[in-house]
């Protein structure tokens, strides 16, 4: 996923501190599936395959649709997610259908949104660890979080070093 050849999602950096960042994202689409997994190894793997093959030629077209990054997901109580962002190039009237029900292709606002970034291969306690301080860092600056915090995911299972991974939550942000 994440070399120099892989888009990665468009951001623009708002505000830097030395713990975190606000960004402002436009707009995107996204191949997105649901699942009733609450923690992150149970949504990571069948995620990641049933919108890999969808990327890989499983729609309607059997057209390849190259990977980007990161991986979004939301992994919570009720309904988690998975989704790919879809390269810049397409948008949800010129992407081909996925044959799986299951993969559906739904347009994401523009967000502002704060962001914690660490290093390593992810597990359910380092997305609790940092999504518990990057949530009481924007409560100490008096910056309102909207929602679940989702997890980045930009580097492929098999690199090792340099892994990047980010907890990112949607802010409320008028300045």
């Known amino acids: ?31 997105t599936i649901e699942s009733k997994a609450n923690n992150y190894r149970d949504l990571s793997y069948p995620g990641f395959r049933k919108l890999a093959g969808y990327i890989f030629g499983n729609n309607e077209s ?11 997901m939301d992994v919570n109580d009720t309904v988690s997610t998975m989704s790919f962002v879809m390269p810049s ?44 301080k990057l949530r009481n860092i924007l409560l100490k600056k008096g910056i309102k979080s909207i929602g679940h915090f989702r997890f980045l995911g930009y580097n492929p299972p098999y690199q090792f070093i340099g892994r990047r991974n980010e907890i990112i939550f949607s802010i409320e942000w008028n300045k």
Do not use: C, W
Request: proline letters at 6%.
């Open 1 to 31: 996923m994440a070399t120099n050849k892989t888009e990665e999602q468009k951001y623009s950096v708002i505000q830097k501190d030395k713990n975190f960042e606000i960004r402002f994202y436009p707009a995107a689409t996204f191949a």
């Open 62 to 72: 059997s057209v390849h649709i190259s990977m980007t990054s990161p991986v979004h």
């Open 89 to 132: 190039t397409f948008n949800k009237t010129n992407l081909p259908t996925p044959k799986d029900a299951s993969v559906r292709i739904n347009e994401v606002p523009e967000e502002y949104a704060a962001v914690i970034r660490f290093g390593g291969y992810t597990n359910d306690k380092k997305l609790k660890y940092y999504s518990e």
